[in-house]
């Protein structure tokens, strides 16, 4: 086997053709093998077999520096860069991450795994090297989904007129996760159909010289164009035309599903998404049903649409209605404004990890003006996505502290659609819901009217203790009133609903009886919901326990492992109670 004799890049380049090829077809086989048995980014590694075997072969790494943008199709790299046995020995197959990672490589130079920042971050090492008089190519890769992000066009914009030698490459596979929304990439298409010869090119018009490529899945082509621009003086495009899961057909049929994929089944393409329901179609049936009910409602969302449940049949009926703006999350945020502004019903969803990157959407164009666009955070928590780069677990600090905004936790599926339909309706705030990942269904009834803000509500009332459980973690709070019950403690349950704000009234009736407060948040408590109980408690006998995560980039923690290490499970926290009790 090819891949086995493979350490370094520099084992790429004493191949030839014919083995090239032979190494594409393993890696691909051992693609399919691995992500199979662990899940992973399938469809865009596919893709891109080719084109990395052809970047190892005519550049040097890692002298010749490469950036993968968002890099979950950097597996290929990774094999070719020492790390083979990653992905052919299943005992290994968790020895590296999906992304690209400096600890594991020096041939890895960002972790990164947002989108659209591959040209900023290599623009800056290609400046850095010539402000130090070094030499050696800077290479950008980007895919064309990712050029619907603004930062793309400003790295690009800004490389246009400052880079020498700095090479974009392309990717041009026709898809982002889903399919490409907006019209830049109308010209993208007349440059394929016109095999790089359009006038309508939008790479020359930021200053970049331009070569294109329609055989991208062609290891030959791919390396005479490469040849071409090596040590370019120039800043310079490689537009390469690939297919998106080349390869494996199920892939290739639905590039969409398999862009990630859960474990699956090699021969007939079975993917195992678990069993039971999910948040992703409780939104996307809910939504619809708004949708048909009011013509005002318009569900926007920036590239993932799965995450609510609106595939292809549910965006093809919305219309209209529906809204996919690319990888554009700022944008999204700005457009929900304008069309709250505007007298319409907006309802704009993301996961948590990408929230983050609308802060100043959220304060500046949302929340300053007092639009009452609704905002859906999915994926949040712990118990959301866990690598270092996809980490949802800062929303709460984030967003809770932005004036005028409205961050609500439900705790259930049922008080996640009253919530719902309050934020839709109403017209005072912009409202943010905090929708948890493990579907919990209860029977109590909810209250549909939520404008009185920063109102808890007592669930259960007992003394000594009082377990506040936001959104997720109410349910961590039963818990915790359980273990307690061991102990004859009757604690008190609250669910406080808002995660912006404290309830006066509730926390200062606890003084009477409660000598602990504990306070539990599925994020991190640096700024948090927790903290915020205890700020009003400060001056008091109270003893607050603020309880949630550690401030930390972590990666890859299994989550039962992550509770343990922050004293989260319901065990621990009965015990610090108590001991809090003792010296209270």
């Known amino acids: 086997m090819l891949m086995k004799k493979i350490a370094s890049p520099a ?32 469809a865009p590694n596919l893709g891109f077999v080719e084109a990395t075997i052809a970047l190892h072969y005519v550049f040097d790494s890692p002298t010749d520096k490469i950036v993968y943008d968002v890099s979950h199709q950097s597996y290929t790299h990774k094999i070719l860069t020492g790390r083979a046995k990653a992905f052919l020995d299943p005992t290994k197959y968790h020895s590296v991450t999906g992304y690209t990672e400096p600890n594991e490589s020096e041939h890895d130079h960002f972790m990164v795994g947002h989108t659209s920042t591959s040209v900023s971050l290599a623009l800056g090492l290609a400046t850095a090297r010539d402000i130090q008089g070094e030499s050696g190519n800077v290479i950008a890769v980007i895919g064309d989904g990712s ?47 016109s095999q790089g010869s359009s006038e309508n090119n939008y790479f020359k ?7 294109y490529v329609e055989r991208g899945n062609s290891i030959e082509s791919l390396i005479a164009a490469f040849k071409l621009v090596k040590d370019s003086t120039k800043p310079v495009v490689v537009h390469i035309h690939t297919l998106k899961g080349k390869g494996y057909s199920y892939a290739e049929n639905s590039k969409e599903g398999f862009h990630w994929a859960a474990p ?23 939504l619809m049903e708004k949708i048909k009910a009011d013509p005002k409602v318009v569900v926007i969302h920036s590239a993932v649409p799965a995450g609510i449940g609106f595939f292809a049949d549910r965006r093809k009926e919305a219309g209209k209605q529906y809204i996919d ?45 007092n639009n009452p666009a609704t905002i859906l955070v999915t994926m949040s928590g712990a118990d959301g996505m866990n690598d270092t780069t996809h980490l949802c677990i800062f929303d709460i600090p984030m967003m809770s502290n932005i004036p005028n905004l409205v961050y609500l936790c ?9 919530m719902m339909d309050y934020a839709i309706d109403q017209t005072e705030h912009p409202v943010a819901i905090r929708i948890p990942n493990g579907v919990t269904h209860r029977n109590a009834q909810f209250d549909k009217d939520y404008s009185t803000l920063n109102t808890f509500r007592v669930d259960k009332l007992g003394k000594k203790v009082a377990l506040i459980g936001l959104g997720s973690y109410y349910t961590l709070a039963e818990e915790v009133a359980a273990e307690l019950a061991k102990s004859d403690i009757d604690a008190t349950i609250i669910n406080p609903r808002f995660a912006t704000g404290v309830d006066v009234s509730t926390l200062e009736n606890l003084k009477a009886n409660h000598q602990v407060t504990v306070t539990l948040e599925n994020g991190v408590v640096d700024g948090g919901f927790g903290e915020k109980v205890a700020r009003f408690y400060g001056a008091s006998n109270m003893r607050v326990l603020v309880k949630g995560l550690k401030k930390e980039f972590y990666d890859k923690v299994p989550y039962g492992e992550l509770m343990e290490r922050n004293r989260l499970t319901p065990k621990q926290i009965a015990e610090d109670v108590l001991a809090a009790l003792k010296s209270a």
């Open 11 to 42: 084992d790429v380049k004493k191949m030839d053709m014919d083995s090239l090829k032979e190494l594409a077809e393993e890696i691909r086989t051992a693609l399919l093998n691995k992500i199979s048995q662990c899940g992973g980014h399938l």
């Open 147 to 193: 050029l619907s992000g603004g930062e793309a066009f400003e790295g690009l914009d800004n490389a246009g007129e400052y880079a020498k030698n700095f090479i974009v490459v392309v990717n041009d596979n026709e898809m982002s996760i889903a399919e490409n929304h907006g019209g830049l990439y109308a010209s993208l298409a007349e440059l394929r159909a």
């Open 205 to 211: 018009s930021l200053g970049f010289d331009y070569l």
């Open 264 to 286: 699956f089944d090699i021969p007939t393409g079975v993917v195992n998404w678990g069993n039971g329901e999910s948040y992703s179609n409780i939104l996307g049936e809910y």
């Open 325 to 369: 703006v690319g990888i554009a999350e700022e944008h999204a945020v700005a457009l929900a404004s304008g069309l709250a502004k505007g007298g319409a019903k907006p309802v704009y969803s993301t996961h948590s990890t990408f929230i983050q990157r609308t802060y100043d959407q959220l304060s500046q164009d949302l929340c300053t003006n």
């Open 410 to 418: 439900p705790t259930c599926v049922e008080e996640a659609i009253a």
